[in-house]
C-alpha cells in the first residue's frame, strides 16, 4: 500500500452523491480506497440507511438535500463542516480544517463547479468551472464538442419535433440510442431513462412526446453494433498543472443492460489509441479533475467512437488500482493537498466485478465469455480481481447491499405482476361462439 505519511490525513473527504441510488458501488468504493489510506471520510448520500452508510470507513453521512439546487447542497456542506470541525477540533494554529470534496455523479458535480468560487478556501476542489463541465456532460454538447475536434463520435441528430424525430431515425437506421441530452433533469420514478435503444418509429415518437417531462432535449444517435472487446473506458486525474499521470484503459467483458450498459466485469487492459484519444481531449479542452470516458470501437472503420465523458469517478474507478493502492481518487486527494502523485504502475490483467449486475448479465447471455479466458496481463502474471462489494476488511456492506437488492427485485415483480394482471384485466370479453344452425330436415346428409 501507499505510505499513509504520503497522505494529509488532516485534511477530511466528503463524498458527495444528489442522486439517489443505493446501488452505486463507486461510492462504496471511494470511501474504501481514502479510508484504508487513513483518511477521514463522510458522505451526503440518499439514506443513512443505504448500504454504502454501513461501510467501516465512513465517519458520518447526512442525508442529500431534497432537491439538486446548486445554493442548498452549498448551505447543507457549510454546515456538514461546522458538525465535522467540532468532532475533530480546530487546527493548531486556530483555522478551519480544509474538507475535499468528491463529487460522484454528474449533477453534484456541475452544482459544486457552479459555487466553486464560496466553498473556496474552505473546500477543495479542481479547477473546474460549470461551462467546462457542461461541454462534457451535456450530450448533446459532447456530439458538438467531438465534431469540433475531429474526434469520432455516432453520427447524432437532435429533432425540434415529432415528425421530424421519425424522419431522423429512419435517416440513422433502425434501432438507434436514444439519450436525454442532461439525464440528471430526469424526474425520479417517471420511468424515463438516460439512454435507450428504441426500435421503431412509434417509441420514437412516444419518447420524444416525454420531451417537456424529462427536462432537456431528446437526441438520437447512430447505433454502433456490439461485440466482443468493442468497448473500452479510460479513466483518468488531470493535475492542476495538466498533467495527466494517474490513468489507465479498461475493456467492458460484461455490462448491464447487456451491450449498451454499465460495466458488470471490467479488465485493465492496454489500448494506446484509446489513452492517445482521451490525453489528447484533455489537453484540447484544458480539463481538470477526475474523468470517465466510454468508448465503442467501429469494426467497420477500426476507430474507437466517444460515447461519453464523465466529469467524475466512474462506478469501477477501482479496477485501475495499481499494486501501490493508488487509484484516481487518491491521486486527487494527492494533489489537491500539495502531496506529489506518484507514477501510475500498470497492473494488467487485474479484474473489477459487480457482483448483483454480473449475476444479471450471466443470466441473460450465459455464453458470452471474454476473450482473455486466463486473467492474464501482457507480462503473463494472473491478474487480481476486485468485487465492488465483497472485501473481507469491511464485509457489511456486501450483506446490507444483498438484502437491499433482493427487496428491490421483489418489489419490481410485483409491479410486473400487477400490470400483467391489469393487461388481462383490460381485455374485451370474448364474444360466444354461435353454434352452427341444425338442418331442419331429418334427413342425414349423403357422404
Known amino acids: ?17 444528489l442522486d439517489r441510488n443505493p446501488f452505486h458501488h463507486g461510492t462504496l468504493g471511494a470511501a474504501r480506497s481514502l479510508g484504508r489510506a487513513g483518511i477521514p471520510v463522510h458522505a451526503v448520500i440518499e439514506s443513512s440507511r443505504s448500504p454504502v452508510a454501513r461501510s467501516r470507513y465512513l465517519r458520518s453521512t447526512r442525508a442529500s438535500p431534497g432537491t439538486t439546487t ?6 447543507l456542506l457549510h454546515r456538514y463542516a461546522e458538525e465535522i470541525e467540532e468532532g475533530t477540533g480546530p487546527t493548531p494554529d ?27 478556501p474552505r473546500f477543495l476542489l479542481p479547477a473546474q468551472t460549470e461551462e467546462q463541465l457542461l461541454r462534457v456532460a451535456d450530450k448533446a454538447a459532447l456530439a ?46 417517471g420511468g424515463l431513462r438516460s439512454t435507450s435503444i428504441v426500435r421503431s418509429l412509434a417509441e420514437v415518437r412516444e419518447l420524444y412526446a416525454r420531451s417537456p417531462e424529462a427536462g432537456s432535449r431528446l437526441l438520437l444517435q447512430e447505433l454502433l453494433p456490439a461485440g466482443r472487446d468493442l468497448d473500452w473506458f479510460f479513466h483518468g486525474y488531470v493535475g492542476g498543472d495538466g498533467g495527466c499521470t494517474t490513468g489507465a484503459t479498461g475493456r467492458k467483458e460484461r455490462s448491464w443492460p447487456d451491450g449498451a450498459g454499465l460495466t458488470a466485469v471490467g479488465r485493465w487492459t492496454a489500448n494506446p489509441a484509446v489513452e492517445r484519444a482521451a490525453r489528447e481531449l484533455f489537453d484540447a479542452l484544458g480539463f481538470r479533475g477526475v474523468c470517465d470516458l466510454d468508448f465503442r470501437m467501429n469494426r467497420s472503420t477500426g476507430a474507437y467512437h466517444l460515447l461519453d465523458f464523465n466529469p467524475r469517478p466512474g462506478a469501477q474507478f477501482r479496477l485501475f488500482a495499481d499494486a501501490d493502492g493508488l487509484d484516481v481518487v487518491r491521486a486527487l486527494h494527492l494533489d489537491l493537498t500539495g502531496r506529489p502523485v506518484p507514477p501510475h504502475s500498470p497492473a494488467y490483467g487485474r479484474r473489477f466485478v459487480v457482483e448483483n ?3 444479471l448479465s450471466l443470466l441473460t447471455s450465459p455464453r458470452r465469455r471474454p476473450a482473455d479466458r486466463s486473467g492474464a496481463g501482457s507480462d503473463g502474471v494472473p491478474g487480481r480481481t476486485e468485487y465492488a462489494w465483497c472485501a473481507a476488511d469491511d464485509p457489511v456492506p456486501a450483506f446490507a447491499m444483498g438484502l437491499a437488492w433482493l427487496g428491490h ?16 384485466r383490460a381485455r374485451p370479453p370474448l364474444s360466444p361462439t354461435t353454434p352452427p344452425a341444425r338442418s331442419s330436415s331429418n334427413q342425414l346428409t349423403p357422404r
Open 357 to 359: 449486475y454480473a449475476v
Open 70 to 75: 446548486a445554493g442548498e447542497l452549498t448551505a
Open 1 to 17: 500500500m501507499l505510505r499513509r505519511q504520503s497522505f494529509d490525513t488532516s485534511v477530511p473527504t466528503v463524498l458527495v452523491r
Open 144 to 189: 458538438e464538442t467531438c465534431a469540433a475536434l475531429g474526434l469520432p463520435h455516432p453520427r447524432t441528430e437532435l429533432p425540434a419535433g415529432s415528425d421530424e424525430a421519425a424522419a431522423m431515425a429512419w435517416s440513422l437506421g433502425l434501432p438507434v440510442v436514444a439519450k436525454w441530452s442532461r439525464p440528471w433533469l430526469l424526474p425520479a420514478g
Open 94 to 120: 486556530g483555522s478551519s480544517t480544509p474538507l475535499l470534496v468528491l463529487p460522484l455523479d454528474d449533477v453534484s458535480a456541475l452544482a459544486l463547479a457552479r459555487r466553486r468560487a464560496e466553498l473556496s
Open 409 to 424: 427485485l421483489l418489489r419490481r415483480a410485483v409491479v410486473s405482476a400487477r400490470r400483467f394482471l391489469g393487461s388481462l
